[in-house]
């Protein structure tokens, strides 16, 4: 009998799973795990809901999964207890989704592996291991360059009054919200992270507007400054992005590189096709 893989790769907002073994691929979307925002029972009762039911009389053998949080022990012992529960059997591997862009961006060679998504991370990787990592300090004080990072600056434009009147009618019409429940949704809701990456579409639907590029530029450059410069192996190694932001704003990460005067290597959406290549 062929060897049944399931892949994963679970940021906050979304995970995908990638069911490989008899010449078959199939992709299952659920919403994201974030350890730190679910327990043990929530991830077991989320995968119940989610996952399980699209994996009926499927008999899997190894499960890898990439996760956001999950370089923290107690959070990596959380998720892999919900898999082990959920599908009985199957050796499970659990690591972050640190280690799931360096291998599916760097392969087995050296580089620089980014994320810019809903948070933001980056490493250097040496073709084997994690060898260093500017910290993620989380949503609250870091994540420069994410979707988090950057959606916070749009809402603080619009609650400062700082977008000029035709931004602002445009945010009026995209979101049709107001201050109390913005403040509501970051301070009392949960997933907070999640609520303020949904403002960076914002920038995307706005491109070329002066304070759009500003926001864009301004956001990402922090997370050149404060991260990459960081790693002497800056100047001689590629530096690949992963992550809606990045891909969403690739033409932003290019101008950068030059000024910095970085390699810039691959820039993909998702880290999957990658970890099937590498799990292969």
């Known amino acids: 009998m062929p060897m049944v893989t399931l892949i994963a790769d679970s940021g906050a907002t979304k995970a995908e799973w990638c069911l490989l073994g008899a010449g078959r691929k199939r992709t299952i979307i659920t919403q994201g795990i974030s350890p730190?925002?679910?327990?043990?029972?929530?991830?077991?009762?989320?995968?119940?809901?989610?996952?399980?039911?699209?994996?009926?009389?499927?008999?899997?053998?190894?499960?890898?999964?990439?996760?956001?949080?999950?370089?923290?022990?107690?959070?990596?012992?959380?998720?892999?207890?919900?898999?082990?529960?959920?599908?009985?059997?199957?050796?499970?591997?659990?690591?972050?989704?640190?280690?799931?862009?360096?291998?599916?961006?760097?392969?087995?060679?050296?580089?620089?592996?980014?994320i810019l998504g809903t948070g933001s991370n980056s490493c250097y990787y040496d073709g084997r291991k994690i060898q260093r990592n500017s910290p993620g300090l989380g949503y609250v004080l870091g994540d420069e360059g994410s979707g988090a990072?950057?959606?916070?600056?749009?809402?603080?434009?619009?609650?400062?009054?700082?977008?000029?009147?035709?931004?602002?009618?445009?945010?009026?019409?995209?979101?049709?919200?107001?201050?109390?429940?913005?403040?509501?949704?970051?301070?009392?809701?949960?997933?907070?992270?999640?609520?303020?990456?949904?403002?960076?579409?914002?920038?995307?639907?706005n491109r070329g507007h002066y304070m759009i590029e500003n926001i864009i530029e301004d956001g990402l450059n922090d997370f050149f400054f404060n991260h990459l410069c960081k790693y002497r192996e800056v100047w001689k190694l590629p530096v690949h992005f992963t992550g809606s932001v990045a891909f969403g704003f690739k033409d932003v990460l290019r101008q950068l590189c030059n000024s910095y005067e970085f390699e810039l290597g691959k820039v993909i959406k998702a880290p999957m096709e990658g970890l099937i290549e590498y799990h292969s």
């Open 36 to 114: 730190y925002f679910l327990n043990t029972a929530q991830i077991i009762t989320l995968l119940e809901q989610e996952l399980q039911p699209k994996l009926r009389n499927v008999s899997i053998d190894a499960i890898h999964y990439y996760g956001t949080g999950c370089a923290n022990p107690v959070n990596a012992k959380s998720v892999k207890k919900a898999l082990q529960k959920v599908l009985p059997g199957a050796k499970v591997n659990v690591t972050h989704d640190l280690m799931a862009a360096a291998r599916a961006l760097c392969g087995h060679e050296k580089g620089l592996a980014c």
């Open 149 to 205: 990072y950057l959606g916070k600056k749009v809402i603080q434009y619009y609650l400062y009054g700082t977008f000029d009147e035709e931004l602002r009618g445009r945010f009026d019409l995209t979101y049709t919200t107001n201050t109390a429940e913005i403040l509501e949704n970051v301070y009392k809701k949960p997933l907070p992270n999640r609520y303020l990456a949904s403002f960076a579409r914002f920038l995307a639907e």
